[in-house]
């Protein structure tokens, strides 16, 4: 299993972005598929996440202002970021769980200028 994220780059604060997330398989063999965001020497954070049946959860930071979504014809998960802050600086990672193993992308990188 492949997940491609791209849509990461430079934007001003208060800008928008909007990434995506494409797995190389059916994603309706996942139970759960995330984004996580990781700052220069900070830890990895969940931003959001949804389950099969599409329920939502964000961190309280994004909340509000992110949206994550799932388009099962395309395979793919994005997540739509609003109102963008500085803070939002990170490379943003996907990933897909089954109940079995988590599989992970590559980063896609987001700079939001003050």
């Known amino acids: 299993v492949q997940l491609q994220a791209s849509g990461g780059g430079l934007v001003q604060t208060g800008g928008s972005l909007r990434l995506s997330c494409t797995t190389s398989t059916n994603i309706r063999g996942f139970n759960l598929m995330e984004w996580y965001r990781q700052a220069p020497g900070k830890q990895r954070d969940m931003v959001a996440t949804i389950t099969s049946g599409g329920g939502t959860d964000y961190a309280d930071s994004v909340k509000g202002r992110f949206t994550i979504s799932r388009d099962n014809a395309k395979n793919t998960v994005a997540l739509q970021m609003n109102s963008l802050k500085p803070e939002d600086t990170a490379v943003y990672y996907c990933?897909?769980?089954?109940?079995?193993?988590?599989?992970w992308g590559q980063g896609t990188l987001v700079t939001v200028s003050s």
């Open positions: 990933n897909a769980k089954t109940i079995f193993r988590t599989y």
